[in-house]
């Protein structure tokens, strides 16, 4: 063939959620580092290919529609055409930010469960649901002088 043409998208994709403590140092180094090359099984497609999907996060690429065109030439064409689609980054939240976003959640409940507790007391007392009754003490005040 003398050509190739591959549309698709390319997306993010990650197995656990990131952390957000410390700086991140766990990609510095490239998947094919001089200085990590201990063998020529180290530089062969595969074992790149293994050491990338063996990371967190990694780009795939889906929906790919591929033309080949047909015919003999002294050169050969790739044609690579990727749309990059927002991805939804997981994370493990920081304590203030879990504490800034729940709160107003933890003051509606506590307000609807307010509410329903003074209705369920006023009831109780305007319906005399349970037996009460009032002490009226009529001792005279005695005054230290």
Known sequence: GSKLT?????KFQQLYPLS????????DTALLDKANILSV??????????????RN??????RDILY???GKSDTFTLDIRYRIPKSAVRYVPAT???LKFSWIQYLAVGVVVYF??????????RFELVDSWKVVENRPKEHDF
């Open 41 to 54: 099984e180290d530089t062969q497609f595969t074992t790149i290919l293994g050491d990338y999907f063996a």
């Open 96 to 98: 203030s930010e879990v």
């Open 6 to 10: 591959v549309y698709g998208d390319l």
């Open 116 to 125: 329903v507790v003074d209705w369920a007391l006023y009831l109780t007392h």
């Open 68 to 70: 080949w065109m047909p």
């Open 57 to 62: 996060e990694s780009l795939m690429t889906e």
């Open 20 to 27: 957000l403590r410390g700086s991140r140092t766990v990609y």
